[in-house]
């Protein structure tokens, strides 16, 4: 290979759709043919594709074929839930499925690698990336990392219906500096071990191909040149082989970033930390050869990064069959069968966060109902901020779901105001739907481009005029005595304490694809019972952020009646909703909690059991939640920190149990020198539906050496 061959293997373009067909920006239709770009990004449908794969695969002197990429975080044209919608669920084999359906129907366009499953730990609801991904615990990521890392790729990465996963964004992009995107990150070192390494340890391990470093630098170190965190973690460390791929534009970005002068130092400085791809500033192409004159790189550093690259093509089976994926058309069958699991995810990703006296489900009780709000039909906004190949009309909206599950009831609809608009004429009209209805349906929430990349808010209420119109809703509704029920739409746990407080029902929607409309019917009329648990918190103030349940303890925990503690003067500690919060229409009550052994020892494994009973008047599904507390360790530990999580389904009047099994080695943590360790003690051991400890029953084991 010459020196421009092989620095095509290590970069990556844009394409994109002009009117008469792809187009690939700039030179790259020639750059392709000359074997001077290797890999692509955003392009779609499996004609395209392959026109584009023959152009390098029949033209190029060395007939390499191209990757394909592309962003398919949550659905390639049928949408599931956006991840911390899909977080909700806790359940790592229906993650995993999504996974697998999203990537049969991406390879069915040609497509053969996905920039997902986004891992990154976020405890901070101002920052709009946190709707991509698991919300604020590293053991539900590290969860989420492994089943979607499982689905995406499939049994066998050759496989015509498997995608490369890229795990993203390396590391700790979460807690940039008040949550304002892109910002710089400075986090202590335990930190980064304890909350934001374990998922992507979690993709490593179940094989991810791929792994792209955040945009973002950690104290003055961007993770594009971070060698110590790459090259020494990942590859040196947890025997990383994948290929690392940059964020877009990204080596460019550390001339910005202060670190580099040009973009021969820039490419030099990512080339020796160990990213192999350069998506999209083409430092790799122009920058490299300089570098090399210079002595910054050699060529030896140039082909390893060349290897992994085509060792990733081998093994996705692109040099048996370039056109493999994409050369089948899916079954009506299939696609219809995808659409029926969008639909139950999407059901199942709704937490409930509150329901007065019953105000849920409305059943056949509400003939006439008055839907009211700019989320209401918006079908475009159902996708939340990625899309992939979904058109923005398609997804069925609240309104198109509720006239179809109840079709005898009259349903009137006024959006009142738009999402974030000042106009305020359309609320009267609204409001005046309410006299005459049974219930009243509020649709409420963000755009979808209000969170996700470059997403970060300040404000986290509801954005134009709607707490304008929810509040003269809710008045009318009231004095009409008829329930009001609320569905927040967003990326992220929003702000509304006064919703909240004045609301008969408040479900929290987030964004949940294709089938919301039909998602949200089943729950509000009672044909599922609501089983989401919140995967972030859920503050009531700005002040409160950021704001997670895995806090150490103070040495002056908050007290009201002592000054001298930890606690606002003007809002309380607690979140609005704890992490792990969500209602069902059952009523769940857990006893009798038993954990054995009594003393464990680092090479066991202990078992707790908890009877659960449905003491409500429908049938539901209960989420229990496995929680330890290590009372005394030379570091102070969490107040509490998730080992597991156990689902019970259960009729009305029905009781049964949930066990949890955990080896003793998860008991271990990092000790004062950062290693591992087992120290012998107490371990409270708590369990039941959500991270709020009055909630919990406990218990206390010890541990012995
Ligand atoms: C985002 C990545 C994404 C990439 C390619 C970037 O701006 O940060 O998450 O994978 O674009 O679309």
Same mark, same amino acid.
């Given at each position: ?8 293997? +290590?970069?990556? /373009?844009?394409?994109?759709? $002009? !009117?008469?067909?792809?187009?690939? @920006?700039?030179?790259? #239709?020639? =750059? ?124 066998? +990465?050759?496989? /015509?219906?498997?995608?490369? $996963? !890229?795990?993203?964004?390396?590391? @700790?992009?979460?807690? #940039?500096? =008040? ?527």
């Amino acid at each position: 290979m010459t020196l421009a061959e092989k620095l095509g293997q +290590l970069t990556m /373009a844009a394409a994109g759709h $002009a !009117v008469t067909g792809p187009v690939i @920006a700039g030179d790259s #239709v020639e =750059a392709i043919k000359a074997g001077i770009i290797g890999n692509l990004l955003n392009l779609m449908g499996a004609d395209h594709v392959h026109a584009m794969q023959r152009l390098a695969v029949e033209q190029s002197r060395l007939h390499i074929p191209v990757l394909f990429a592309l962003d398919v975080t949550h659905g390639y044209r049928t949408l599931f839930p956006v991840s911390l919608a899909e977080a909700s669920l806790f359940d790592p084999e229906a993650w995993a499925l999504t996974a697998r359906e999203a990537a049969k129907e991406a390879c069915a366009d040609g497509i053969a690698m996905t920039f997902a499953p986004m891992i990154d730990v976020s405890r901070d609801p101002r920052w709009g990336r946190s709707v991509e991904g698991p919300g604020e615990d590293p053991w539900v990521g590290a969860r989420m990392a492994e089943a979607k890392v499982r689905g995406t790729q499939g049994a066998e +990465l050759a496989s /015509a219906d498997s995608l490369a $996963a !890229v795990a993203k964004h390396y590391c @700790a992009y979460g807690p #940039v500096t =008040a949550g304002r995107e892109y910002a710089s990150v400075d986090i202590s070192e335990r930190t980064l071990r304890e909350v934001h390494l374990p998922p992507f340890e979690a993709a490593v391990r179940a094989g991810a191909a791929s792994i792209m470093p955040a945009f973002t630098d950690l104290a003055g170190i961007p993770m594009t040149a971070h060698a110590a965190l790459l090259d020494g973690w990942l590859r040196a460390r947890l025997g990383f082989e994948g290929v690392l791929v940059s964020d877009y534009n990204a080596i460019g970005e550390l001339i910005r970033h202060g670190i580099a002068a040009d973009a021969a130092e820039a490419a030099a400085l990512a080339l020796k930390a160990g990213v192999d791809i350069d998506m999209m500033a083409s430092c790799y192409r122009n920058g490299l050869p300089v570098a090399l004159n210079r002595g910054l790189v050699t060529l030896a550093d140039i082909d390893r990064s060349v290897r992994r690259v085509l060792a990733l093509k081998e093994r996705l089976g692109l040099f048996d069959d370039p056109y493999r994926r994409g050369s089948a058309p899916e079954t009506d069958a299939a696609i219809a069968r995808r659409r029926q699991l969008a639909r139950d995810v999407a059901a199942r990703s709704i937490v409930m966060l509150t329901n007065r006296a019953d105000a849920l489900p409305l059943e056949g009780s509400a003939r006439t109902l008055a839907l009211v709000g700019p989320l209401a039909d918006a079908s475009a906004e159902m996708r939340g901020p990625w899309w992939a190949a979904a058109g923005p009309e398609g997804q069925v909206t609240a309104l198109e779901g509720l006239r179809a599950a109840l079709p005898r009831s009259e349903i009137r609809y006024a959006p009142g105001v738009a999402i974030e608009a000042q106009d305020t004429a359309g609320i009267p009209a609204a409001v005046e739907l309410c006299d005459n209805a049974d219930a009243v349906v509020l649709c409420l929430g963000e755009a979808a481009a209000m969170s996700g990349e470059a997403a970060s808010r300040a404000h986290l209420g509801l954005p134009g005029q709607q707490r304008l119109l929810a509040e003269a809703v809710l008045e009318r509704a009231r004095a009409r005595s008829k329930p009001a029920i609320a569905v927040l739409f967003s990326g992220r746990p929003l702000i509304v304490p006064w919703l909240i407080e004045r609301a008969d029902a408040v479900l929290a929607a987030w964004f949940l694809g294709s089938e919301a409309g039909n998602a949200i019917a089943e729950v509000i009329t009672g044909r599922v019972s609501p089983s989401g648990r919140t995967a972030m918190s859920w503050p009531q103030a700005v002040g409160q952020i950021p704001l997670f349940y895995g806090e150490r303890p103070s040495g002056r925990p908050a007290n009201p009646v002592d000054h001298y503690t930890s606690k606002y003067l003007d809002a309380p500690n607690e979140p609005q909703f704890p992490f792990g919060h969500g209602l069902t229409y059952g009523r769940f009550v857990l006893s009798d909690l038993t954990v054995t052994p009594e003393t464990l020892q680092e090479g066991g494994a202990l078992e707790a059991r908890v009877a659960v009973s449905n003491e409500g008047r429908k049938a539901a599904e209960e989420t229990v939640f496995l929680f330890v507390h290590d009372k005394l360790a030379r570091v102070a530990r969490p107040v509490l920190e998730l080992k597991g999580v156990a689902k019970v389904r259960l009729q009305p009047g029905e009781r049964g149990s949930v066990r949890f099994e955990l080896p003793a080695s998860e008991l271990r943590f990092l000790g004062m020198d950062l290693q591992p360790v087992f120290e012998p003690g107490e371990v409270e051991i708590l369990v039941g539906p959500c991270a709020d400890r009055k909630q919990l029953l406990s218990t206390t084991i010890r541990l012995s050496a």
